[in-house]
């Protein structure tokens, strides 16, 4: 392994830990034999170094099968490459001691089961039985995952550097990378300390050190590390080598036997300790951190009363390592947006070694394809803006992110770390008026508004939650009079320049080369059709357009139309999403009431649906958008950031008058979800393409332009479609969804629920799913069949449609 490093090469992965064997494993294992591996240590020398061993864990969707990936690929390392890794198989149990866990679980394992993962939910008893020295009084039941099991994670780093060495790939310790180069927008190679190595790809597998050298190429990796402690007990009578790994999320902890009989235990706390230094040093993380007892003094007592012979038994060392967390508790995979041909796995919040075999194959896949091999939203890097990176920001979050992992899957779960980074102007009047603030992409938003006497506090269940009645208000308004939401947080891009029709073209399925005016909404695909974001967009000169787009996707979309502008075309992109605020107001009452505050002509023919217009409401000049995603008659209000206010105080000024409610993010997605609108990272995705998510309207296969997807959606359409995205309304008026739930037709098991909410208007829960048929689908297939929605073991008769449940005929828009 110490070789000079070469001058040259195709792919330089940057560390040697878990993660980066991996990486170089699975890129030679996909028959890329030009790969350099450079480890500034010794290989999973340091935090891979620390790690408990765990592989396993709770059902996750779709990462899940990321984590057997691993465990399969440990199982059978070391007869391919001769270094053993230590592998036992023992199975994982994931207790429950409250019924919110075990809904949570019976939510889970069914799906689990459906994705062909070997997982079963079993009583405390049965959980006694596996693990004899277990407290399973206060147990209501666990799952139990008999895939799972435990490694060495230092022989399992190096057992993956020599099976990538034996197909090729160069493997060199003691060398560090001092900088990615970049040249004209994309890595080309990296400098070392000793000398520079050009290459096509780089991948940083750098642990805690990604985000520096990201930084240090004008790239963002948010991570930062915090302590991750474990214990281990003496000898313990009974704690033989073959029980399961086992997780008590009540009590955040999990511990596991190791050969000698001792019990390995240990924490995410729920208040971790950040511990960057600035910049890290290059030998940071060789040797373990500082003990402290009391950071895991509640750990203690809580495995002392699972395993009560520990009380007496004791522990005899603590080894406190950092391990690298992220602001979501998500791991991060992908190209950084900033720098083509970057790459980065970092962040894996304590599971990396559950992590690596899987995650190694995808990213490997991702960089020699050029494109993911599946949806990896979740996970992917462009998930983050530069905010996420400030070190304030992170610092303060991963206090919260490490205590997380065992958190419950709440619906709805508002993170409470890290909070009013980005405000938007209105903030400080929405508080007064009773907003409950939320967060997206670091900015504060509202979800809902006190009424009534509810505290402001999110009271978390699977049920209906404290905000219920406010919802339903909010909700009701919108429906019957006239509501305001502000939007601020919307993406908004201008794109502008001699060729910007062209760029939009062929980046969108939708004509670009519309009137000055008018609005569109539409999609971005992929080379297979499938929606890689949906935004809208107005021309707004004959060069010039205004693209709006989700809140979670500004760094996305931003590079994916700034990578389509080609070298010859004269466009620019530019974010302007910090540059407008915007106010949505909407219901039947709107026109009324912004007729009182402009003097533009609302009328249906002056002003219809899809346009855009410039007009003066008090001193701002507002571009009034015909639009909306609540399904009722509304403008969305566009307005400079600094001139939102003006606008906002005089709608409160007709607001008493009019009855005007304020209304949050939440009621949105209730709105919406009636009328059938998808969102974009859950109904429509990556894999779902504009004819399988019933929008082929806006698929203009017609226009002249090669627009991307477009082969693929030809064949498509010449072929038909095998499934197909419906709404379906539950019969049972108490029901609640929040999708991720099992949907049954006529008895069998067909897919999950994408979104799930209530309909206010309808008394409904309301969910969209995907029917899928062995034939190309008809609407009679889709319609034609007795369906249930399973919610934690519940099944609930729903009706299937593929028109919109709330206002089919769009009477309530075009007026
Ligand atoms: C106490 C503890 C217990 C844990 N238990 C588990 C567990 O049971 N199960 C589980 O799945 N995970 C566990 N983890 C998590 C896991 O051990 C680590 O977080 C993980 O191994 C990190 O892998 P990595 O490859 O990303 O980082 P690292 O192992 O830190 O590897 C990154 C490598 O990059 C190298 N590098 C950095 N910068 C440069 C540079 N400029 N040039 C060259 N090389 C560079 C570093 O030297 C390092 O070797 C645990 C972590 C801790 C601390």
């Not at 313990?236 to 086992?246: E, R, S, W």
């Not at 009989?261 to 960057?276: D, E, M, R, W, Y």
Request: charge should be neutral; proline fraction near 5%.
């Amino acid at each position: 392994m110490n070789h000079p490093i070469p001058k040259q090469t195709r792919i330089v992965v940057v560390g040697g830990g878990i993660i980066g064997c991996s990486v170089a494993y699975h890129l030679t294992k996909l028959g890329c034999r030009d790969v350099v591996l450079i480890e500034q240590g010794e290989l999973g020398g340091r935090a891979t170094s620390f790690a408990a061993g765990l592989v396993g864990g709770a059902p996750q969707a779709g990462l899940r099968k990321l984590i057997d990936a691993s465990a399969k690929l440990y199982a059978s390392l070391e007869k391919e490459t001769g270094v053993a890794t230590g592998w036992k198989q023992v199975g994982s149990l994931v207790l429950a001691q409250t019924e919110a866990h075990m809904i949570q679980y019976r939510r889970a394992v069914p799906l689990a089961q459906a994705a062909g993962l070997d997982v079963n939910l079993i009583t405390a008893d049965q959980a006694r039985q596996k693990w004899p020295l277990l407290e399973t009084n206060d147990i209501r039941g666990a799952m139990w995952l008999p895939a799972d099991g435990r490694v060495d994670a230092k022989q399992s780093a190096l057992a993956l550097a020599k099976g990538a060495e034996q197909r090729g790939a160069i493997v060199v310790t003691g060398v560090r990378v001092t900088s990615v180069l970049r040249k004209e927008g994309r890595a080309v190679g990296v400098a070392t300390t000793q000398g520079e190595i050009a290459a096509e790809q780089v991948v940083l597998c750098a642990g805690m050190w990604s985000r520096q050298l990201a930084l240090q190429c004008g790239a963002n990796v948010p991570v930062y590390p915090a302590e991750h402690p474990y214990l281990v007990s003496k000898t313990v009578a009974g704690a033989n080598a073959d029980l399961a790994c086992v997780r008590d999320p009540d009590a955040a902890i999990y511990f596991r036997t190791d050969d000698s009989g001792q019990i390995v235990l240990g924490t995410f706390p729920k208040q971790s300790k950040p511990c960057l230094v600035n910049p890290i040093p290059a030998d940071f993380a060789s040797a373990p951190l500082p003990e402290d007892r009391s950071y895991v003094a509640d750990a203690i007592k809580a495995a002392q009363h699972r395993v009560p012979t520990l009380a007496t038994d004791g522990f005899e060392k603590m080894v406190n390592g950092p391990a690298t967390f992220t602001p979501d508790t998500n791991f991060i995979i992908g190209e950084l947006p900033e720098v083509d041909q970057l790459f980065v796995a970092a962040g894996f919040n304590g599971h990396s070694l559950a992590y690596a075999g899987g995650a190694g194959d995808v990213l490997a896949q991702w960089v020699l394809a050029g494109e993911q091999p599946y949806d990896l939203w979740g996970v992917d890097i462009r998930r983050f803006s530069p905010f996420q990176n400030n070190r304030d920001f992170l610092r303060s979050r991963v206090t919260e992110t490490p205590g997380l992992q065992y958190r419950m899957a709440w619906p709805n779960y508002e993170l409470e770390s890290a909070r009013g980074t980005r405000k938007s102007p209105l903030y400080d009047r929405l508080n007064a008026l009773g907003a409950f603030h939320g967060s997206k992409m670091a900015i504060e938003r509202p979800t809902w508004f006190l009424r009534g006497g509810v505290k402001p506090a999110m009271d978390y269940s699977f049920g209906r939650q404290n905000w219920w009645e406010c919802l339903a208000a909010e909700h009701r308004a919108a429906r019957e009079n006239v509501a305001a939401w502000d939007q601020s947080s919307f993406t908004k891009f201008m794109l502008k320049g001699r060729d910007a029709v062209r760029v939009l073209d062929r980046v969108t399925p939708n004509h670009a080369d519309i009137p000055v005016g008018k609005f569109v909404y539409c999609g971005m695909l992929n080379a297979r059709g499938g929606y890689e974001s949906d935004l809208c967009f107005a021309r707004i000169s004959e060069d010039q357009y205004y693209i709006v787009s989700g809140s979670a996707q500004p760094t996305r979309d931003f590079y994916r139309i700034h990578k389509h502008i080609l070298p010859d075309e004269r466009a620019t992109i530019t974010d302007v999403t910090h540059a407008y605020g915007v106010l949505g107001v909407m219901g039947p009452n709107s026109r009324k009431l912004l007729d009182e505050l402009t003097d533009a002509d609302l009328s249906l023919k002056a002003f219809p649906f899809s346009s855009a217009q410039w007009h003066s409401i008090a001193n701002a000049n507002v571009l009034m958008i015909r639009i909306t995603y609540v399904g009722e008659l509304g403008w969305e209000l566009h307005a400079r950031m600094d001139q939102i206010q003006g606008v906002f105080d005089a709608i409160q000024s007709v607001a008493r008058k009019y009855d005007l409610a304020h209304a949050g993010f939440y009621s949105i997605n209730s709105l919406r979800m009636e009328k059938a609108y998808r969102a974009w990272g859950a109904d429509i995705t990556t894999g779902d393409t504009p004819y399988e998510a019933g929008l082929g309207f806006m698929v203009k296969l017609d226009k002249a332009t090669n627009f991307i997807g477009k082969e693929a959606l030809l064949k498509q359409k010449a072929a038909g479609v095998k499934r197909r995205l419906a709404s379906f309304v539950v019969e049972d008026p108490d029901a609640m969804l929040w999708g991720g739930e099992r949907i049954f037709r006529d008895g069998k098991f067909m897919g999950t629920t994408t979104s799930g909410y209530y309909g206010f208007t309808l008394g409904r829960a309301i969910a969209f799913g995907y029917v899928k048929s062995d034939e190309i689908i008809t609407p009679e297939f889709v319609t034609g069949a007795k369906y249930t929605i399973d919610f934690a073991g519940k099944q609930y008769p729903a009706q299937a449609m593929l028109q919109p449940p709330f206002d089919p005929k769009n009477e309530k828009i075009m007026i």
